[in-house]
């Protein structure tokens, strides 16, 4: 599959489950996996899922503005960085965001994971 074909089909299944059902996120984690939130390091995915369902809002509508990708390493792995808005129920204005993230096959159907210690986010922040 083409990179960026693959990269997109990502993020769109990310942030949709995201903005429905942040625990549904889970399985794109393993144990190894880490997650830098404005600084703060979370190590597994039940670590992970349990910072993305605690954040402080329940409701929100990401839009993405880029998706760019590159092929990386072994296990025909990808880095992707995206940026949009994040919009808040109940809030007038939007807040700027932006994601980079690394992954690999985990199996012949093309299925991703997040690469340990690698997932890097910073959301939340204003422009």
Same mark, same amino acid.
């Given at each position: 599959?083409?990179?960026? %074909? =693959? %990269?997109? %089909?990502?993020?769109?299944?990310?942030?949709?489950?995201?903005?429905?059902n942040r625990g549904g996120l889970a399985n794109l984690y393993q144990?190894?996996?880490? =997650?830098?939130?404005?600084?703060?390091?979370?190590?597994g995915a039940a670590n992970i899922v349990a910072k993305l369902?605690? =954040?402080?809002?329940?409701?929100?509508h990401h839009s993405i503005s880029t998706v760019d990708c590159q092929p990386s390493g %072994?296990?025909?792995?990808?880095?992707?960085?995206?940026?949009?808005? =994040?919009?808040?129920?109940?809030?007038?204005?939007?807040?700027?965001?932006?994601?980079?993230?690394?992954?690999?096959?985990l199996d012949t159907k093309g299925h991703l994971m997040v690469i340990p210690e690698i997932d890097h986010t910073k959301e939340l922040r204003l422009a």
């Open positions: 599959m083409d990179p960026d %074909a =693959l %990269a997109k %089909a990502f993020v769109e299944h990310y942030y949709s489950t995201f903005d429905s144990e190894g996996s880490m =997650l830098t939130f404005e600084g703060q390091k979370i190590q369902t605690s =954040l402080p809002f329940q409701q929100c %072994a296990n025909a792995g990808m880095l992707v960085f995206v940026s949009g808005n =994040l919009q808040l129920a109940g809030e007038q204005h939007t807040l700027k965001f932006s994601q980079s993230t690394c992954s690999k096959h």
